[in-house]
């Protein structure tokens, strides 16, 4: 199998609080995990590639230091919203790649008051 | 990777089958097309996948055309569970990235 978790499934914060997102491999080790973020009723876009025991790769437009990402081990990637705003409120997603295929997370709803 | 053009809605009656189009034109020859679908509030979930020769597994039917610029899903008989947006990617052999356009809605009805 290749089941993906993410901790929590839904958060609620206030403004200006920071919110950490687990993404874990549970069958399996994965070197490389995605984080993506969708809003309402529009697709998936990548925001970063989570290498382990590298920095993290982000995509154009994504603040590094809003969304900071820890890829410490083979089966667990963590995405952290720093001093969220209302604008940050997303479902967040993750995927971790075994044998070069995408394994997706159940998402992570973030709303920030 | 290439780009990719999908009707943004579908309907389609449980019981019967549900034919998914998507268009890839400018499809390389070492591109994959690769089709997955999201449930409402869900994580994408991985369907089928094919390179050049029509593909089946226990999920769907994937038809790609002998020019491989175009392909077709098939859902053999639809139920209201498959009730989803359905996305057609494209994307490199090896590179594990990829890129959602914004696919297709289908309603399966009673």
């Known amino acids: 199998g290749a089941v993906v978790s993410q901790h929590p499934s839904w958060v609620i914060c206030k403004s200006g609080t920071s919110v950490k997102i687990e993404c874990r491999s549970l069958d399996f080790q994965a070197t490389t995990m995605f984080w993506y973020r969708q809003f309402p009723k529009q697709s998936l876009m990548l925001m970063a590639t989570?290498?382990?025991?590298?920095?993290?790769?982000?995509e154009q437009g994504v603040e590094k230091d809003k969304f900071l990402i820890n890829h410490a081990s083979l089966t667990l990637s963590t995405l952290t919203v720093t001093s969220a705003h209302p604008e940050d409120s997303s479902f967040y997603i993750c995927?971790?790649?075994?044998?070069?295929?995408?394994?997706f997370g159940p998402g992570t709803r973030l709303t920030v008051l | 990777d290439a780009k990719t053009t999908q009707p943004p809605s579908m309907d389609c009656a449980e019981g019967r089958a549900a034919n998914l189009p998507c268009n890839h034109s400018?499809?390389?020859?070492?591109?994959?097309v690769y089709w997955y679908r999201q449930i409402h509030s869900q994580g994408p979930q991985y369907i089928i996948h094919?390179?050049?020769n029509n593909e089946t597994n226990e999920m769907a039917s994937l038809i790609i055309t002998e020019d491989r610029k175009s392909s077709t899903l098939i859902l053999p008989h639809a139920t209201l569970r498959d009730t989803a947006v359905y996305y057609c990617i494209v994307r490199g052999g090896t590179a594990s990235k990829l890129t959602f356009g914004t696919g297709t809605r289908l309603q399966v009805t009673l």
């Open positions: 989570s290498n382990e025991g590298s920095k993290a790769t982000y």
């Open positions: 995927s971790a790649v075994k044998y070069n295929e995408q394994f």
């Open positions: 094919g390179l050049k």
């Open positions: 400018t499809i390389s020859g070492n591109e994959y």
